[in-house]
């Protein structure tokens, strides 16, 4: 199963600057990215290994596609692709109801859903709510959310960021400010966007200032109502969690757990075949507003 | 023979033409009309040239040739090999589909097209089915119509489709897949929304494939033909895919035997996005002009978006929204429609815009208003495409800004009932597709039916128009009715204006090209409660005669 992400927000929100970023960035993934217009792309000519018609290759293992008529069949021609990418990114045009496009990563043959990140433009966003055309379109691209990144804060003052950031956390009830991810030039760490990549890549994850990840292992088996309910608890200063878990109830596999922002899985995976099971977890969230030793000692308060 | 001149007499000639509006003979040489009138002022023509007088209309009707200036030949591609199952009746020409109400009674019409059907492998396809008229069905009600057979039940509306197990081992998917979806219930059998591309991905092997949409669109060609058009305009020209339809659109209607034309009017950008570069916008649409044949003409028109689809609930409302609180979509960003707007409205196209609700209207009509200030254009012909939901005020700007409107009338028929009760309220339903209100104010209006939408009858349509009588039997605002003759001028030379070809078809007068529809009745005696039943002879398209092969009674 190939991860897909969705990244969403109305027209200039910075989702073209952000995925320039993506695909000429420095974070050893080969990414499919699906985008409207390839007018806008905008990458350096020495990167670029092939120009074909709709599919841009550039020399990090990294393609751009057009969506051109149809997402199913931009995502099938992705899926033909050898050798295959390590993730797919779709870029949900300025209107779409991202949560509608994420649909396709729980259910299209060979992709699973990673998470809805959607770009907010700071100094416009409050405007566009109250438009007379879009206000509804705003309201559901927000709600749709998984992350929410505020975008644009290098252009407000401290005071119109804090205004702006509770102004978004008010509107969208179920998110709490700190998945609110202030940004400018889209420039958040590809682990927070993308994810740590992978299931369980211990050690992988890079520290930028603003973020950083906690790993978590243990061969003891979790509970999983406790384990859920403890995920539940987790403050929202966590964006991301992703890795395997040895559960009490389904000793002989391996389950995924999957968290994005506001929501989080547990699915089934792979046998552990001969392994020793060992629960293999990383976090990722705000620097100094995720304390380790409590993330730990919940995770192993399920194991009780 | 180029000068030899054959002269039509008929019970009546309506030209649609106020200087000459009744005659009862018409000339014609080659593909044009001489002169309409009697055959002693057509005198002096016969004493010049050769001639002869043709006498079989002489007990009918001539009209100027129907026109739909806004209709899908490739979705109706998609859909006319399909079994019709709809709980409105449908007139096809090789069928009429009788209404179907009631869940015994759906089913019992699938169990009897399924015991019609001869290859016992071959997928049953049924469209029109809808849970206010037919209850629910599910992939174990399918089963029991047939274990063996795939059965495909598709929502009058498009967004849902039902299948049976037979259905679901044919497509080839794996379980796993539907039941992660967040939009598929596997064990109702039920793909909605964005499943619906999950259950494609298995079907347009089979669907979009030669044999069944070329099937498709000679089935296009006789219901067109069927409904008395002699011009159809393909309003989203290449929805699917361009070359494809456009390969299969000459093969099928580039034919002698083919009684009309069809004004291709492509979409402004592609249908999913794309390179919005005014040059390169501008370049790819007037390139498409070169491969025009006879029949199949690009030209100066484009085809725009703004709110999402009718029948699906998608439209943009504004104040006070939907009794059930949903809200709609824009198919395309405000900014962006802005912006490829321009770049049409700078090169002097003229401009189809999709609008379902007062939103979208009202998007299209600032847009317009901005154009106007920017670079002041006469004559430009920008069309309010549909106009389900609009307010009074916003004709009244139309006709301040010279917009113009092609209105599907047919949603006051067959959702007037429906939008009432589940989402607009009366007021609002009522006043939907407000044709009257156009008229008061001289904004000229076209009917179109957006076929597949609604039944591709220009008469059924101008008798909606005139009547404004729902499925269920209400007259739903009697002030938006138009009158009989609005009505008919809406099918012939309004429609003709909309797309720009009044110079050339739409009324019966001398210049003209010889496109008619023979009634056996006077639409202007039946008066407007008859017009659907009027039955049709056939067509004259370029000066040839065309008759409608009718079925006998024992046809199904």
């Known amino acids: ?304 | 023979m180029t000068d030899h001149i054959t002269v039509y007499t008929a019970r009546m000639v309506r030209t649609m033409e106020p200087a000459l509006p009744t005659a009862s003979a018409v000339a014609v040489r080659g593909d044009k009309i001489i002169e309409v009138g009697s055959l002693e002022t057509i005198k002096p023509w016969l004493d010049a040239h050769p001639h002869t007088i043709d006498n079989r209309f002489a007990d009918k009707i001539i009209m100027p040739g129907f026109i739909d200036p806004h209709l899908h030949p490739s979705m109706a591609a998609l859909l006319l090999p399909m079994h019709f199952t709809t709980a409105l009746e449908w007139h096809l020409p090789w069928q009429d589909v009788p209404a179907i109400r009631g869940n015994n009674e759906f089913l019992a019409r699938l169990k009897e097209i399924d015991d019609d059907m001869e290859d016992p492998d071959e997928p049953l396809f049924a469209w029109g089915h809808h849970p206010i008229w037919h209850g629910e069905v599910y992939r174990q009600t399918l089963n029991g119509i047939s274990a063996t057979r795939p059965i495909i039940v598709w929502h009058r509306g498009f967004h849902t489709l039902v299948v049976n197990d037979a259905a679901i081992a044919w497509m080839g998917m794996d379980e796993a897949d539907g039941e992660r979806h967040p939009q598929v219930n596997m064990e109702e059998g039920r793909f909605f929304e964005t499943g619906l591309s999950l259950a494609f991905r298995y079907f347009n092997h089979y669907t979009l494939a030669p044999k069944w949409f070329e099937g498709g669109l000679e089935r296009l060609r006789q219901v067109v033909h069927f409904g008395g058009h002699t011009t159809i305009g393909d309003m989203a020209a290449g929805m699917f895919d361009l070359e494809m339809e456009w390969g299969a659109l000459v093969k099928v209607l580039e034919q002698e035997d083919t009684p009309f034309r069809v004004q291709m009017i492509p979409p402004g950008t592609p249908m999913g996005g794309g390179d919005k570069d005014p040059a390169k916008l501008l370049e790819r649409t007037i390139g498409l002009r070169e491969r025009n044949t006879h029949r199949l003409r690009f030209y100066d028109h484009v085809k725009l978006f703004a709110d999402g689809g009718f029948y699906a609930g998608l439209m943009q409302l504004g104040p006070p929204g939907a009794i059930d609180g949903s809200v709609g979509e824009w198919m395309t960003p405000p900014e962006t429609f802005e912006h490829v707007a321009r770049t049409y409205w700078n090169a002097g196209f003229k401009i189809h815009v999709h609008c379902t609700g007062d939103l979208g209207v009202e998007l299209a009509l600032d847009t317009l208003e901005k154009l106007q200030w920017e670079r002041p254009r006469f004559n430009h012909r920008f069309t309010i495409e549909h106009f389900g939901v609009s307010t009074p005020e916003q004709v009244r700007r139309m006709a301040d800004l010279g917009a113009l409107a092609s209105v599907n009338i047919y949603y006051v028929h067959e959702l007037g009932d429906a939008y009432w009760k589940n989402k607009l309220g009366h007021e609002r339903a009522s006043q939907m597709s407000r044709l009257g209100t156009l008229a008061r104010h001289n904004v000229t209006t076209a009917l179109h039916t957006d076929f597949t939408m609604a039944p591709a009858l220009p008469l059924n349509s101008a008798w909606v128009a005139a009547t404004r009588i729902s499925e269920a039997g209400h007259v739903m605002g009697p002030e938006e009715r138009l009158t009989l003759d609005q009505a008919l001028r809406a099918i012939t030379i309004d429609a003709a204006y909309i797309l720009g070809l009044e110079n050339e078809i739409g009324s019966i007068r001398g210049g003209k090209t010889a496109d008619f529809t023979i009634l056996e009745q006077d639409p202007y005696e039946v008066g407007a409660e008859n017009l659907r039943e009027i039955p049709i002879w056939g067509t004259v398209f370029e000066g040839r005669p065309f008759p409608i092969k009718h079925r006998t009674k024992k046809d199904k």
């Open chain 1, 1 to 304: 199963m190939i991860p897909l992400t969705v990244i969403g927000g109305y027209l200039g929100a910075g989702k073209t600057t952000l995925i320039n970023a993506l695909l000429a960035g420095d974070h050893g993934r080969r990414l499919a990215v699906l985008v409207n217009d390839f007018g806008a792309i905008n990458i350096d000519a020495r990167l670029i290994a092939a120009h074909d018609g709709d599919t841009l290759s550039l020399s990090n293992g990294c393609v751009c596609c057009t969506i051109a008529d149809a997402l199913g069949d931009a995502l099938d021609k992705v899926l033909a692709m050898d050798p295959l990418p390590d993730q797919i990114i779709v870029e949900a045009s300025g209107v779409a109801n991202p949560a509608k496009i994420a649909m396709y990563g729980q259910g299209w043959p060979g992709l699973e859903l990673d998470g809805v990140v959607v770009l907010v433009d700071g100094e416009n966003i409050r405007a566009l709510a109250a438009d007379k055309f879009v206000a509804n379109t705003i309201q559901l691209q927000l709600a749709g959310a998984d992350l929410l990144l505020l975008n644009k804060t290098d252009l407000l003052t401290n005071d119109e960021r804090d205004g702006v950031t509770s102004w978004l956390a008010a509107r969208v009830a179920q998110v709490a400010d700190s998945r609110i991810i202030p940004a400018s030039f889209g420039d958040i760490p590809f682990s927070v966007l993308l994810g740590s990549g992978g299931v369980a890549k211990l050690g992988g994850t890079e520290d930028h200032g603003a973020y950083q990840s906690v790993e978590f292992r243990t061969r003891k088996a979790l509970d999983r109502a406790q384990l859920l309910q403890q995920i539940a608890n987790w403050p929202r200063a966590v964006l991301r969690a992703k890795g395997l878990v040895y559960l009490r109830d389904d000793p002989r596999r391996a389950y995924v757990l999957q968290l994005v922002g506001s929501r989080h899985e547990l699915t089934a995976g792979p046998a552990w075949d001969g392994e020793v099971p060992e629960t293999q977890l990383v976090m990722i969230g705000a620097a100094g507003r995720i304390n380790p030793d409590y993330l730990k000692t919940s995770l192993l308060s399920a194991c009780g």
